[in-house]
């Protein structure tokens, strides 16, 4: 059973940092695409970034510059560095997991982490 376990979330001042971290497990790791989403109170779930099985990576627009994802495949691992936060930047934080496509685009995923809150404060 594929399963996604997000941690390192928080409460930031705005120009703050914050790493979070994916902790997979039930299926083959080093095959899939995976993704970091978020999604802010009244808005709809959008990609942050994506990392696929190369180590190809893929960044929204409104965070380029600022966060970097990478993965450590020894340990099914999966982080996003978080730097010079936003109070836009707010949301809940969901670890993501595609067997097929790769990319920022929500449906494209089929497993999903529970999520981590981060709160920036201007």
């Known amino acids: 059973q594929v399963q996604l376990v997000e941690s390192g979330g928080g409460s930031v001042q705005a120009g703050g940092s914050l790493r979070l971290s994916c902790a997979a497990s039930?299926?083959?790791?080093?095959?899939?695409?995976m993704g970091w989403f978020r999604q802010a109170p009244g808005k709809e779930r959008e990609g942050v970034a994506s990392i696929d099985r190369y180590g190809r990576t893929t960044f929204a627009d409104s965070v380029k510059g600022r966060f970097t994802i990478s993965k450590d495949p020894a340990k099914n691992a999966l982080f996003l560095q978080l730097n010079n936060l936003k109070p836009e930047d707010t949301a809940m934080y969901y670890c993501a997991a595609s067997e097929y496509a790769c990319g920022l685009t929500r449906s494209q995923y089929n497993y999903w982490g529970q999520g981590t809150q981060v709160t920036v404060s201007s």
């Open positions: 039930g299926y083959n790791y080093s095959r899939y695409c």
